[in-house]
């Protein structure tokens, strides 16, 4: 049996064992899913902004087989239905002086629950919920400091939420402030007066798409964010995430802890064929308080493609589809960023394998330019030649009174 045929026996596999397994989605899950889905789009424009300059291009939307997959459960019942999610995004920054550059971003998200998988009109039954969230903003980059600010709106609008769930304003309106200096970032979200989210970030890990190593013990340093949610009368929360290199830049360790309750929140291991990350595999593991022993963890995992992610349990999707459990999930989608010219996909440390070469080439270059003199590598692989300037002298004949 081939490679095919095994893939196609697993999804098989799947597909029948989804609608045995599945977990309906929960009122109070979809009735929280515009605070999840801001902070995810600004945690994706604190990656994209991590260079300052470039662009970045994001398409995709989520596909759910079974009517069965993820039914509603409410008051009166469960209600089939779907678990949906479409997303665009987009970032350009130009040069408008000499290391100066000055960008504009768009984020859109439509997600929620509904009779019927739709990605256009959808069919408003009296369960359903569709909400979208709209980020948008200027940024500006000086490139010799590795500096980088920015700000802007989000906007949250309500399209339909059934009676079934809690009062919502149907129009809600955010500001939003991103700082980065060197290896470090400050961002923050607000609502009129009131801070909604803080999020402290070091990406300590050196990248060679950023112009730093492309291997060395300065790949290994850690990335280390801490994310302050403003709870209301529920209290204030902190997440701690910490993802490590392991092995050559492709394959890392996550994990993130939630405080004051001082418990595990998720844990993953992802592999990358190619440090671009173009194709990715992931295992991971969430902690689900259902607070019943082994149930409480939640084991899945999924394969990025670039244009495909197919996914299980995955801790991600259960985050962003309403904790939607025993469900397979497909997400069609595109998502690829630049930075002069190298292309890669969102948060990778390198371009993609036909240009990686040509990037640690242009690094190399830049770092042996010293002492006044220009080394030129050659392709290959000999010791570097030295271009020395050195000045003409002219002397007239019968003159002994030097230089002309």
């Known amino acids: 049996m081939n490679l095919r045929n095994?893939?196609?026996?697993f999804a098989c596999l799947l597909l029948l064992s989804g609608p045995a397994l599945a977990d309906a989605v929960s009122v109070d899950a979809l009735a929280s899913g515009g605070a999840t889905m801001r902070d995810n789009q600004l945690r994706e424009i604190r990656d994209v902004l991590r260079g300052g300059r470039g662009g970045y291009v994001d398409l995709g939307f989520n596909y759910i087989p079974a009517v069965t997959q993820t039914?509603?459960?409410s008051e009166y019942g469960e209600h089939d239905g779907f678990a949906f999610r479409h997303h665009m995004a987009g970032f350009a920054a130009g040069e408008v002086k000499k290391n100066n550059y000055l960008g504009f971003l768009f984020w859109l998200e439509r997600s929620g629950w509904d009779g019927e998988d739709f990605l256009l009109f959808p069919r408003y039954s009296d369960f359903s919920a569709v909400r979208s969230v709209t980020t948008w903003g200027l940024s500006y980059t000086f490139a010799p400091m590795d500096l980088t600010v920015a700000g802007g709106m989000q906007h949250q609008n309500v399209e339909r939420v059934g009676d079934i769930y809690p009062d919502e304003n149907d129009s809600l309106l955010y500001s939003w402030a991103h700082l980065r200096w060197g290896h470090t970032s400050v961002q923050g979200s607000f609502h009129r007066s009131?801070?909604?989210s803080l999020r402290i970030s070091m990406d300590l890990e050196s990248r060679a798409v950023y112009g730093g190593r492309s291997s060395g013990i300065s790949t290994y340093l850690p990335n280390i964010e801490v994310a302050l949610y403003n709870g209301g009368d529920a209290g204030d929360s902190v997440r701690v995430s910490w993802e490590q290199n392991l092995i050559a830049q492709r394959l890392y360790g996550e994990v993130s802890f939630d405080f004051p309750s001082?418990?595990?929140?998720?844990?993953a291991l992802k592999y990358y064929p190619d440090p671009s990350r173009m194709i990715g595999f992931e295992a991971t593991c969430l902690r689900r308080n259902v607070r019943s022993g082994?149930?409480?963890?939640?084991?899945g995992g999924a394969v990025d493609l670039l244009f495909l992610r197919l996914a299980y349990n995955s801790s991600y999707e259960y985050e962003h589809l309403y904790r939607a459990k025993g469900t397979f999930i497909a997400e069609f989608k595109f998502s690829l960023a630049t930075i002069d010219d190298f292309l890669f996909a969102r948060g990778a440390p390198k371009s993609a394998p036909m240009e990686t070469m040509k990037l640690e080439k242009k690094n190399k270059d830049n770092w042996k330019k010293d002492d006044g003199k220009i080394h030129l590598d050659q392709a290959t692989g000999s010791a570097p030649k030295t271009l020395d300037a050195?000045?003409?002298?002219?002397?007239?004949?019968?003159?002994?009174?030097?230089d002309k």
């Open 6 to 9: 095994i893939l196609k026996t």
């Open 71 to 73: 039914p509603l459960k």
């Open 194 to 196: 009131d801070w909604r």
């Open 262 to 267: 001082r418990e595990f929140h998720s844990a």
């Open 294 to 299: 082994a149930a409480d963890l939640l084991w």
């Open 390 to 402: 050195t000045g003409i002298r002219f002397e007239k004949s019968g003159n002994a009174g030097g």
